[in-house]
């Protein structure tokens, strides 16, 4: 039994494979809830939840369509990635919202 070769993904590939699945970046990024843009954005630069939502709908996880960005996450990418509710610094910031001075 051969191998298949793996599978590269740039952007091209993840597009080309989209369309032949007949639908298109828009209507992942709706179904999954984001901003019609998500999935675009997430084709040329890092966009977590957009990287997931295409990495979702491929059945790839994003670390094997995108291995440089997953290299090495920063902390925010791990909170975000960790499925923790936000990566703001502000959500834990009840002791700021006191009286002013």
Request: aromatic share 4%.
């Amino acid at each position: 039994m051969t191998r298949s070769p793996p599978v590269m993904w740039d952007r091209h590939a993840i597009k080309a494979e989209v369309h032949r699945r007949e639908t298109t970046l828009t209507a992942i990024a709706l179904a999954a809830g984001l901003d019609p843009s998500a999935c675009r954005s997430a084709l040329v630069r890092r966009h977590i939840a957009g990287e997931q939502a295409l990495a979702d709908f491929l059945g790839v996880r994003p670390e094997k369509i995108w291995p440089d960005r997953y290299a090495k996450p920063s902390p925010w990418a791990k909170r975000i990635l960790a499925g923790q509710d936000s990566a703001s610094q502000n959500v834990r910031a009840a002791s700021d919202r006191g009286v002013a001075a």
